[in-house]
């Protein structure tokens, strides 16, 4: 396999700049210090999945024997497996820092177990919001130890499902509005953490992490009814950190680019404010393909092809979604399929060729 030194070594070579000695030369210096290549993706799903695989067993197995062990056996296995995880990561790590990565989150991962299990065997009071912070709290100690971008990813997850369980609690009554709305803006917030090619793992992995939530989590905006209200003290310290936690993260990861993500926030409440219990919902769809749209344009904007690609995809879906409730049941079962096959054969073609001419904008050379 050509290394990706050799082409513009050969370009330069023809076109006079290096002369062949100096030519020969590079190629020896390159061979004598060539650097073993990177982890192939089939490496890295293979460690994805064998942790996976592993966690799964390991719950497997104590899930079979829970109810023979003690509580101090209970204690001292989920003990032992945080310990031996992050020992064995502590272990590979100069000899294979992918397996390193790993051992160190699924030691992370058990941790969790351990909180719920002393939660358990030592009867402290039921609040399990904390035990989530608590958890938050030791995959944050494990970003700041070790910087693995899993660590980080883990307690990106873990402190908004602590402020959510939170929120449930004091509500149990499912008043989930404001929780909705803060996974939604959260989720624009994660999506556009990618700033350049040259960004880092952890911010690919917000990146994945907010294309995988933003749709479900504006479909669930969009369900959720204003016809529950909390007390207006509560309500409003709740709607803040819903929107403007979002946003101070967004200001972190992107500075004076977090404008764009000011600019969502009115988008999210008006999509909270359309869904209001009654059947009319119309301006909900509307309103979506709206968003689809702008968040393909500002994907235009800052040249990132993720956005453009979600932005269609939400814009298929809502238009999808809008056939199924208001138009498929107004026809009959023939004429409404065929409907939806139309809709999927002409549908896709266009967006698929707006979807090209966009990505192929962004890619042009200024």
């Not at 402290?124 to 070790?146: C, I, R, T």
């Not at 509500?171 to 953490?193: E, K």
């Not at 956005?307 to 879906?317: E, Y």
């Amino acid at each position: 396999m050509r290394s990706d030194w050799e082409s513009p070594l050969e370009r330069w070579l023809s076109a006079g700049i290096l002369s062949p000695g100096d030519a020969d030369r590079i190629r020896a210096w390159e061979r004598d210090n060539a650097r073993p290549d990177g982890m192939r993706w089939p490496a890295w799903l293979a460690l994805a999945c064998g942790g996976i695989l592993v966690c799964a067993g390991v719950l497997l197995f104590v899930s079979a024997h829970w109810d023979q062990l003690s509580p101090a056996e209970r204690m001292s296995l989920t003990v032992l497996m945080v310990a031996v995880f992050h020992a064995g990561g502590a272990w590979s790590a100069d000899r294979f820092p992918a397996l390193a990565t790993t051992l160190h989150t699924i030691g992370t991962i058990a941790m969790g177990a351990g909180i719920a299990v002393a939660g358990q065997i030592f009867n402290l009071q039921e609040h399990w919001p904390s035990a989530v912070l608590l958890w938050a709290l030791g995959a944050a100690g494990a970003w700041l130890f070790l910087r693995d971008w899993t660590q980080a990813l883990l307690a990106a997850i873990l402190f908004p499902y602590w402020l959510a369980g939170e929120w449930v609690v004091r509500y149990p009554d499912a008043y989930l509005l404001p929780v909705s709305a803060g996974i939604c803006a959260l989720s624009v917030t994660y999506l556009t953490a990618r700033r350049t090619a040259k960004d880092s793992v952890f911010r690919k992995a917000l990146g994945w992490l907010g294309c995988i939530a933003l749709l479900p989590a504006a479909a669930l905006l969009s369900a959720e009814s204003w016809t529950r209200s909390a007390p207006f003290a509560s309500g409003t310290l709740g709607w803040f950190i819903a929107l403007l936690g979002p946003l101070a993260v967004a200001v972190w990861l992107r500075g004076r680019e977090a404008i764009w993500n000011a600019c969502a926030i009115p988008w999210i409440v008006a999509l909270a404010a359309m869904n209001h219990g009654g059947e009319s919902t119309l301006p909900a769809y509307a309103w979506c393909a709206i968003g689809a749209v702008g968040l393909a344009a500002w994907g235009i904007r800052d040249s990132r092809a993720e956005r453009i690609n979600l932005g269609i995809a939400g814009f298929f879906i809502t238009v999808l979604a809008f056939y199924f409730s208001s138009v498929m049941d107004k026809f009959g079962r023939s004429v409404s399929l065929m409907g939806l096959g139309v809709l999927f054969l002409a549908g896709g073609w266009l967006l698929e060729k707006t979807r090209r001419r966009l990505i192929a904008q962004i890619r042009r050379p200024a």
